[in-house]
Nanobody
Framework: QVQLVESGGGLVQAGGSLGLSCAASGSLFSIESMGWYRQAPGKQRELVASIPSDGSTNYADSVKGRFTLSRDNAKNTVYLQMNSLKPDDTGVYFC??????????????WGQGTLVTVSS
């Protein structure tokens, strides 16, 4: 069974930085894409950033220029560096993986979520 193990997050003042990491563990064939979503209180879950297997990156407009997503394919891990954080960045951040379990079985996997709180 594939699991996504998240680390990082916490409390930071506005203007500060935090880093998140997410590692895929378990038996899998390959990873199509990994990324991060977030959910603020009372709001829907939204995409923050994603990185497919070709290494290109997609960012929400609200985080462009402040967040950087990178991927280590050898470790099946993605890293989200968040700079110039704003109170609006507060929320639970969920790692997401689009994973080939075998050559024929495709699955979407979610991490348990990690809380990021940005104080003003």
């Amino acid at each position: 069974q594939v699991q996504l193990v998240e680390s990082g997050g916490g409390l930071v003042q506005a203007g500060g930085s935090l880093g998140l990491s997410c590692a895929a563990s378990g038996s899998l064939f390959s990873i199509e894409s990994m990324g991060w979503y977030r959910q603020a209180p009372g709001k829907q879950r939204e995409l923050v950033a994603s990185i497919p297997s070709d290494g290109s990156t997609n960012y929400a407009d609200s985080v462009k220029g402040r967040f950087t997503l990178s991927r280590d394919n050898a470790k099946n891990t993605v890293y989200l560096q968040m700079n110039s954080l704003k109170p609006d960045d507060t929320g639970v951040y969920f790692c997401n993986g689009q994973v080939w379990i075998t050559k024929w079985e495709y699955r979407e996997v979610w991490g348990q979520g990690t809380l990021v709180t940005v104080s003003s």
